[in-house]
């Protein structure tokens, strides 16, 4: 909207709704940890991973043109679409090993799940990518990596992520 209804550069566009996703990711973190829903640990690692990609998708965005970034942002979207639609989610079983996580929530829940390390970092920089090249959080990829590939419930999946979002914005 930015670009086609105010005549927003695609860098400007990126960089007003990045300005938004880090007030709504603060808040998300603040309120999820008072749940103690966030997995802290997988949270630091993550953003480790995404913070690289921001910046190679900031060098990127300065060289795209409206009609390149409006291309490229609608076809990852479509891919994300068809992945969700066509994926089978198991609750608590991942599809990927990995070491052993665990958070009890305030209530007292505890979520198990298992976590490649190496393997979220790398997905992480391209979560920092696309963050930082479309303006958007990066939950689009992040939560359902977290819950289909890792098996973590989705109330941990999005606080984890709402953390690791603080420092990609």
């Known amino acids: ?6 005549g927003f550069t695609p860098a400007a566009a990126t960089a007003a709704s990045l300005g938004a996703v880090f007030l709504s990711a603060v808040s998300g973190t603040v309120a999820n940890g008072r749940r103690r ?13 995404t913070l690289p990609g921001a910046w190679i998708g900031r060098e990127v965005i300065g060289r795209l ?10 076809t990852f979207l479509l891919v994300v679409a068809v992945y969700l639609v066509a994926v089978k989610i198991q609750p608590g079983k991942g599809k990927v ?5 665990v958070v009890t929530d305030s209530e007292g829940q505890v979520h198990r799940f298992e976590v490649n390390r190496v393997l979220g970092f790398v997905v992480s920089l391209f979560v920092g ?3 930082s090249l479309f303006g958007i959080g990066g939950g689009l990829v992040l939560v359902p990596f977290l819950v289909v590939a890792c098996g973590a419930p989705t109330v941990v ?6 953390f690791t979002f603080v420092f990609t914005a």
């Not at 909207?1 to 105010?6: A, P, R, T």
């Not at 390149?68 to 609608?74: I, K, L, N, P, Q």
């Not at 090993?97 to 996580?101: L, T």
């Not at 999946?157 to 709402?162: E, Y």
Request: glycine residues 12%; charged residues 10%; proline residues 2%.
């Open 157 to 162: 999946a999005t606080a984890t992520a709402q």
């Open 97 to 101: 090993r990995g070491a052993p996580r």
């Open 129 to 131: 990518l696309i963050s």
């Open 65 to 74: 043109s409206s009609s390149a970034f409006s291309y490229s942002f609608g």
């Open 1 to 6: 909207l930015l670009l086609f209804m105010k």
């Open 37 to 49: 829903r966030i997995d802290y640990g997988l949270g630091l690692v993550l953003a480790a991973g």
